[in-house]
């Protein structure tokens, strides 16, 4: 036995000395690799990562190549992953004064501009962000030997300057001249030069909406026309689980009983995440556009609430908001029982949260990029206080607010906006009846009926358009719509005409009376 342990002995020390040297020589080849690299960088994503996070429309004209060798598909796809990453890090490294990123995608003097402007920005207490929207790129030379590639840029970008008590924020629509140089397998631009550039205004299409608006009313044939709506989720999948459970749903039974109350549409919500975040499900716009046929049969209009449930307002992923943006909008569009956009429900309830300016400036950024994308229909933005409504009333065409407050409070209100060129929106509006003995603002469905009989008389004295919160009690509420505590979440489940067991309440006769013109309370 000892000498097995005697013969034993050198062959383990042998192997020991032989994993070593393998470790070093591995830790080596890391070492020479990364040689020169920051920490930061070696985490950095490549470029066709970066896209997870950064998303600009793109559109490559291929046809307008003027000179040099045919363009090979590799190539282009290799050109606009490390062109949209070159533009990603230019506005990173003006954060701060460093070249993180820039590295791979801009050749040495290029980099040692940009950092240098970084720097200066820096001393001068000057923070400046930015990120571009679309380009549109056209080859114009391509070498033979593929290592030089010239191209021209027709960009929408969004600039934010802030100097100590100076905020400056604007969109820049220009053309740049590129050349890029293949160097180390990326394609990195040397030389981008900004030329004089006015884009040519694209031709609407001769489509008129049989609903206009004139002297702040919606018209119709040359009459004033009132909007009813209902914000709706069938019964028992609300939110969410109303598309995860969408086939299950009769959406054609509710929308006839929603008619036959004397509503004429209805508000629904595309969650942003449940819609594929950037990446829009062909599914979900699929059972959209079938959710709207069934409006459509009805003779239902719809207002589509757009981005429920977001809190992506940082500048650096806007693009990510206008991709979800335009794979809704350019499927929804055309749809005839389309009446209106709802841009966020509540954005002004994520003020606290995700910044002021953060959001406003994001609301007017998705405002005019939806207009690019649907010049024909209303636009509006679901406020969450009377107070807010008249924000961002330049981008918008209607203006849209909720209300649980006091009915007196209402008439105040409408009555000091009597002048305003544009219609008014009540767009949420109602009470609850819950009454558990333990809830210390318990109300009965005496107390929902009397108090929706208050709001819809003022209503009904001003004129304005409306939406009613909601069809049905809902016989569960998600956690993530109104949390999990039960003084909270019960409330919500009991704001409806119809309880949980189908029978009528209380508040459903007098919606009836009001919206079909009989005897009103």
Known sequence: MQRKIFYMFPALISAVLVLTGLLYGYSQVIVFFKTGAESAEMMLPDSDKVRLQYRPQLEWVSSHQTRGRTLEKATIEKVLDDYVAASF???????????IGLKDYYTKDTRAKLVQFASLAEKEDHQYEGTTISHRLTPRF???DG???VLSDEQISYHRSERPGEVYHYYDT???EVMLLLEDNYWRIRHKVRQSYRPSAAPLADKESAIQIKSGQFMEGGQPFTLKAMNYYPQDHPWNEM???FDAIDFSGDFKLIRSLGFNAIRIFVQYDEFGADQVSKERTAQLQQLLDEAA???LKVIVTL???FLGYDLNTWTLSDQHLRGVVDVMKDHPALFAWDLKNEPDLDFEQSGELEVMEWLRFIALRLKTYDPHHFLTIGWSQPEHAARLASVIDFRSFHFYRDPQELATFLTSQSATAQPLFVGEMGTHSFNGWWFPFRKSQSDQQE???DLMSVINQHEVSYGFWTLYDFRNVPSNVAGSVPWRRNPQKHFGLIDSKGRQKQVYRTILQFNCDEEKY
Do not use: C, G, I, P
């Open 243 to 245: 598309w995860q459970n």
């Open 142 to 144: 391509y070498s033979a």
């Open 174 to 176: 220009s053309r740049y």
């Open 451 to 453: 108090y929706v009989a």
């Open 147 to 149: 290592t030089l590639m």
């Open 89 to 99: 890090y230019l506005f990173e490294n003006n954060k701060a004064d460093r070249s």
């Open 297 to 299: 049969a009805a003779e």
């Open 307 to 309: 981005f429920d449930f």
